[in-house]
């Protein structure tokens, strides 16, 4: 059956997933009018939806208040717009009028569909993209609006796409909140009457909240239930409205943005909206995040098939006490645990001492390293490690030489107070010469010292978000930013490409399937105790796959928490992602470096699972524990089941863990124990695992297909 298909006198649109339908329709009146998103049906299934729209019965009420592909600003639409619009002579409604559709192909195993409107008068065009993948149920939107006038069009409001959800009794609403240290905090709760507004106004993605959502019917569960998801593509201010009308509807509208920005189009100019995509999953809140890790893997990634190295990053050890000798030592020590990525962090550059001056001047300093990065570069290529280099692009320090040449370079609006954040400023990226600065220096820095890994760290959100010499800069730089921002790292990774860079925002600040496209990992938070990770990666990873999700083994007490957790506690939780290791080296007891590089080892072992596997979660991170996450070979050969226990409690009863996704006729071998269960065993009835007494405890259980004996299923 064709992915895209097309009822001429229905005029009903189908997109076909391999699980799940799309249906839309142009209306009497030209609007694209949506139909039916859920499980997958044949285009005459999907024609039943196509039925005359129903009166208003009364004179307040207006068109349907959701069930539009984009509902626009006019007319009786009394919803939130997705695309609001102000016409040079002042007039702000969008009339539709379809202009034609294309059916594309943009790549193997890709369908495009484009449908092509214009406002009826004004000179607006409007074509919505809907992308679909062969082995994927995610849907692709994004919209690209175009000044087809000679005078300037203003775009209040120009989301992406608006997805809607079929009539329910109830809808409960999923996402994250957060704040720095302690980002991607899961929420489940009833979806309340009216609009609920998810957004950023800081200028990059955000801590505090991240632009994806999880809709259901308030029965789903981690393994059952309809779900329908989506995730926005961008790494600026965003918004996502989502509304639940009084006729038992929800839907959302998502894009780039917060409230109170516009984008002026010039004649000619084009705006093409970040993509937002959605999902539609049957399986619970498990078989969401898996159908999007699969995605983010195949048609996000740079390099989905890496397998990321273990990495040691300095900053937890030396803070901005960087210097030859130190990192050396560091590195030697590192390479003797199997590290494979130094990452040598802030401090190494300009007058860096503290975060109050220095940003800017991205030389290394010349009392730390009198003969330059070269040196430390080859020592970490000799012991055998890739070496990495923090920085911090879009910022500056007043106090440093870049600022004191450039003062007007950063986001400032004239007789406006210039707020420092962690004494720094922002670099307007959106300007020409600032985005082509940075790229200068960032190639020229990669291509003299052979680095191989960038940390881009981004830490303070916009304020004063002016551009002074462009009338409509403090409107522009909004977007222009970012795009900026992306066309700089495009252009880097282009230079070189073996180059590859984690995204940081102190911490999660700036992870979103925009920058994923363009980045190989994330640091998910700056937050590294063991114990808070726990929930943090919860979080992350309703999304985002583990493959993307650094996280790091630090010394104890934390410097969060002040807790003390045992070393094989807090590698368990870090193997759960792409492992590295922050603590201070020099201080590791002989024991602790020993149980470390074993631990190291055990990681390499079990990291393809980690990295590339489906992940199930049969026990969340509810209470005490245990909390368990599993990890399975795409081919079913081995799992990976990690533990972790807070408390044990007396009296409570120690449960089997279910796991699931195995290959029900085979038997597993604990690959530490020797131990053979059977499947059928493991998934129906569970697994006890050996824990160590007492609190803080884990394990790590690695199980390996048997290829003999197989039992009928
Ligand atoms: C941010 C990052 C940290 C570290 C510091 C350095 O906070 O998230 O990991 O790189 O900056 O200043």
């Not at 294309?102 to 919505?128: N, Q």
């Not at 692009?393 to 440093?400: A, H, I, K, L």
């Amino acid at each position: 059956m064709p992915v895209i298909s097309f009822a001429p006198d229905s005029g009903v649109w189908l997109l076909s997933t391999p699980r799940t339908s799309y249906a839309l329709r142009i209306d009497e009146t030209g609007a694209p009018c949506h139909l039916a998103w859920g499980p997958r049906l044949t285009l005459a299934e999907a024609e039943e939806f196509a039925t005359p729209p129903v009166p208003a019965d009364s004179s307040f009420e207006g068109r349907p208040p959701s069930g539009e592909e984009l509902p626009v600003d006019g007319g009786t639409r009394y919803g939130p717009p997705s695309l609001q619009v102000r016409f040079a002579d002042g007039t702000r409604a969008f009339e539709w009028e379809t202009t034609g559709h294309r059916v594309l192909e943009p790549a193997p195993g890709e369908s495009e569909l484009v449908l092509e409107f214009r406002d009826r008068h004004y000179p607006l065009a409007v074509s919505l993209h809907y992308r679909v993948h062969d082995h994927c149920d995610v849907i692709e939107r994004w919209t690209v609006l175009r000044n087809t006038g000679a005078e300037t069009v203003v775009l209040q409001r120009a989301d992406s796409a608006a997805w809607t959800l079929p009539p329910r009794d109830d809808y409960r609403l999923s996402h994250v909140t957060g704040q720095w240290a302690a980002e991607s905090q899961l929420h489940r709760e009833r979806l309340a009457f009216g609009e609920t507004v998810l957004t950023s106004r800081r200028g990059v993605t955000s801590h505090h909240t991240n632009p994806w959502v999880m809709l259901d019917a308030g029965d789903a569960t981690e393994d059952h239930g309809q779900v329908w998801s989506a995730a926005l593509a961008w790494s600026g201010s965003w918004r996502v409205t989502v509304q639940r009308t009084p006729d038992g509807r929800a839907g959302l509208t998502g894009g780039a943005g917060h409230e109170g920005t516009a984008l002026p189009l010039a004649p000619g100019e084009e705006f093409t909206a970040p993509r937002f995509a959605g999902l539609h999953t049957d399986g619970g809140f498990g078989a969401a995040s898996r159908a999007w890790h699969a995605h983010v893997l195949a048609h996000v990634l740079p390099h989905p098939d890496e397998l990321r190295p273990v990495l040691y990053n300095s900053w937890e050890a030396t803070g901005f006490d960087v210097d030859e000798p130190g990192q050396r030592a560091l590195a030697g020590r590192a390479a003797a645990l199997g590290v494979e990525l130094y990452v040598m962090d802030d401090g190494w550059f300009g007058a860096r001492r503290s975060d109050r001056a220095g940003l800017g001047d991205w030389t290394p300093s010349p009392d730390r390293f009198p003969d330059g990065l070269t040196p430390l570069v080859r020592e970490v290529h000799r012991l055998g490690m890739r070496f990495g280099l923090w920085v911090e692009p879009e910022m500056v320090n007043p106090d440093s030489d870049l600022y004191r040449l450039h003062p007007d370079w950063v986001l400032h609006f004239p007789h406006r107070a210039r707020t420092e954040l962690r004494h720094q400023l922002v670099l307007n990226f959106a300007r020409r010469e600032v985005a082509d600065w940075a790229y200068d220096w960032l190639t020229a820095l990669v291509a003299d010292h052979g680095i191989d890994f960038l940390k881009w760290d981004m830490n303070r959100a916009f304020s004063e978000a002016g551009w002074p010499d462009r009338t409509d800069g403090s409107d522009r730089l909004w977007t222009e930013y970012t795009r900026n921002l992306y066309a700089v790292i495009d252009r880097l990774r282009a230079d070189h490409p073996g180059l590859r860079i984690e995204t940081c925002s102190g911490g999660g600040g700036r992870v979103d399937l925009g920058i994923l496209s363009r980045t190989d990992q994330a640091w998910a938070s700056d937050n590294t105790d063991a114990a808070d990770r726990i929930s943090i990666q919860h979080g992350y990873g309703q999304i985002y796959p583990a493959r993307t999700m650094a996280a790091w083994v630090t010394d104890v007490p934390n410097q969060f928490t002040a807790r003390s957790v045992p070393l094989r506690f807090r590698f368990h939780v870090a193997m759960a992602g792409v492992l590295g290791i922050g603590g201070d080296l020099g201080r590791w007891s002989d024991g602790e470096l020993a149980e470390g590089a074993a631990l190291v080892a055990e990681y390499k072992r079990v990291r393809h699972l980690v990295q590339h596997g489906v992940l199930h979660r049969p026990r969340g991170p509810v209470d005490d524990g245990p909390t368990a996450v599993q990890y399975t070979a795409p081919d079913r050969s081995e799992a990976l089941l990690l533990v972790w226990r807070r408390a044990p409690h007396r009296g409570r009863p120690r449960l089997p863990v279910r796991l699931a996704g195995l290959d029900p006729a085979a038997r597993y071998r604990d690959a530490r124990t020797g131990k053979v269960h059977h499947a059928k065993v493991l998934t129906g009835y569970g697994l006890l695992p050996e824990l160590p007494p007492g609190d803080w405890s884990s394990a790590a259980v690695h199980l390996v297909r048997e290829p003999e004996r197989r039992t009928a299923p």
